[in-house]
């Protein structure tokens, strides 16, 4: 269902960027953090803008943000736990341009994204002479060493709420910054900041 909804979103920003009057592309380098502090994803993605009418303009990107693995959690003195993340996305957004001068351009925008996260859980165990007694032996067995690693995947529709700010160096070469706030639609997590910058051009 997540997956529909986004395709559709993406189906419909396709028609609307055949009508554009103007389009641009910005590489971007990323950075996503996480209220919960599970850690920073640095990342690479494609922007997209296309003029739609007035001072209205259809925002789509897409990219990845590297693994990222956070810190141990439930340590103690024989075991711990442990977490990476990486992850493939898109997203959808409208945003309306205003001009603060002859070079400089804030896009505030809102919209939807698409993440499909790729986790790796790692539970590692140096083994215990404090396992458990059986009653009718009297022994301690214990429990051995032992690495378990789980891989699976968890896909998210965010809801986006950001601006992009927009220096022009040439008539069509620009630089470009930006943040925003993601809310899991799902889970209420929120991922913030979410920061980008980089350069594109206009053609």
Not at 100 to 111: A, E, T
Not at 144 to 157: A, F, K, Q, W
Not at 188 to 199: A, E, R, T, V
Request: glycine share 8%; proline share 4%; net charge neutral.
């Amino acid at each position: 269902m997540k997956k529909t909804l986004f395709l559709f979103a993406v189906c419909t920003s396709l028609w609307f960027s055949s009508m554009a009057q103007q389009h641009a592309v910005a590489v971007n380098y990323l950075n996503l953090g996480k209220l919960d502090d599970r850690g920073w994803n640095s990342g690479v993605g494609v922007q997209a803008k296309f003029h739609l009418k007035n001072s209205w303009y259809l925002i789509p990107d897409v990219g990845y943000f590297f693994e990222k693995t956070n810190l141990p959690y439930h340590k103690d003195d024989n075991n711990f736990q442990k977490d990476s993340h990486q992850y493939l996305f898109g997203n959808v957004n409208v945003g309306y341009s205003f001009s603060l001068s002859n070079r400089l351009k804030l896009v505030p925008y809102i919209g939807t994204g698409f993440y499909q996260d790729f986790i790796k859980h790692l539970h590692v165990s140096s083994g215990s002479d404090n396992g458990y007694r059986d009653p009718s032996s009297g022994t301690n067995p214990g429990y051995p060493p032992h690495n378990i690693l789980d891989e699976y995947s968890d896909s998210m529709i965010m809801l986006n709420l950001g601006f992009l700010a927009e220096y022009n160096i040439t008539k069509n070469m620009f630089l470009t910054a930006g943040s925003k706030y993601m809310l899991d639609t799902y889970s209420q997590s929120s991922y913030i900041p979410y920061l980008n910058f980089g350069m594109g051009c206009r053609f």
